[in-house]
């Protein structure tokens, strides 16, 4: 018969990592400063919220609230409308 090792702590440090991870905290930039208004004609600001191919960061990633979430999207919907931002990623950056 065939003997079976036991797992133990040591054998399993590799899959997981016991250090703490440090992530640093997301915040809303638009609670934190005060904005109220999300102006459709700046698009360099605009800018901050697409990515290289032309579509917009979910909220995960930004850390921006579900209401200016809402807001920055339709700013960017007017401007791509108006041509202040290009449809497609490769005019970007």
């Known amino acids: 018969m065939s003997k079976v090792k036991k797992s133990s702590i040591q054998d399993d440090s ?4 016991n250090s703490p991870q440090q992530f640093k905290k ?3 930039r638009f609670k ?3 904005i109220k208004y999300i102006d459709f004609k700046n698009a360099d600001f605009l800018m901050k919220f697409v ?3 032309g579509k917009l960061l979910p909220r995960r990633l930004t ?3 579900l209401k ?3 807001k920055v999207a ?3 919907k007017r401007a791509r409308h108006l041509a202040i931002l290009p449809f497609i990623g ?3 950056k």
């Open 74 to 76: 339709e700013a960017v």
């Open 14 to 17: 590799f899959m997981f990592n």
């Open 63 to 65: 850390g921006t609230s």
């Open 90 to 92: 490769d005019q970007l």
């Open 32 to 34: 934190k400063s005060g």
């Open 51 to 53: 990515n290289d191919q």
């Open 26 to 28: 997301k915040y809303c």
């Open 68 to 70: 200016y979430q809402r």
